[in-house]
């Protein structure tokens, strides 16, 4: 059974930093597209950052990029967010998901996509 856990979410003020950890245990293919959807109230989920684990190669939504990056962890299936210069817009859930894949592809950010998520993990930056 896959099962992911999420961990370092928080409150933080806009221009800040949080860190983001999960940890997939159970899974056992060799390669993995491992990474992070977000979801604001009333909004739809919306992928933030992905790592396809063999390669290391990374994907990122566009209002992310150069305040965000996606690696992996030191024990296998585990990857961190860091998130620098946090704002309002950041405020939302964050997922962890991952699915077997050799590459994640442009559609890395289609959420129908990824098989197995984390319970999510509350990011709230205040203005």
């Known amino acids: 059974q896959v099962r992911l856990v999420e961990s370092g979410g928080g409150s933080v003020q806009a221009g800040g930093t949080l860190r983001l950890s999960c940890v997939a245990s159970?899974?056992?293919?060799?390669?993995?597209?491992m990474g992070w959807f977000r979801q604001a109230p009333g909004k739809g989920r919306e992928g933030v950052a992905m790592?396809?684990?063999?390669?290391?190669?990374?994907y990122y939504v566009d209002s992310v990029k150069g305040r965000f990056t996606i690696s992996q962890g030191s024990t296998k299936n585990s990857i961190d967010l860091q998130m620098h210069t946090l704002n309002a817009e950041d405020t939302a859930t964050y997922y962890c998901?991952?699915?077997?894949?050799?590459?994640?592809?442009?559609?890395?950010?289609?959420?129908?996509?990824?098989?197995?998520w984390g319970q999510g993990t509350q990011v709230t930056v205040s203005s």
């Open positions: 998901t991952i699915r077997s894949a050799r590459t994640c592809g442009r559609f890395w950010d289609e959420f129908s996509r990824y098989e197995f």
């Open positions: 790592i396809q684990t063999t390669s290391g190669n990374t």
């Open positions: 159970g899974y056992s293919s060799p390669n993995a597209c």
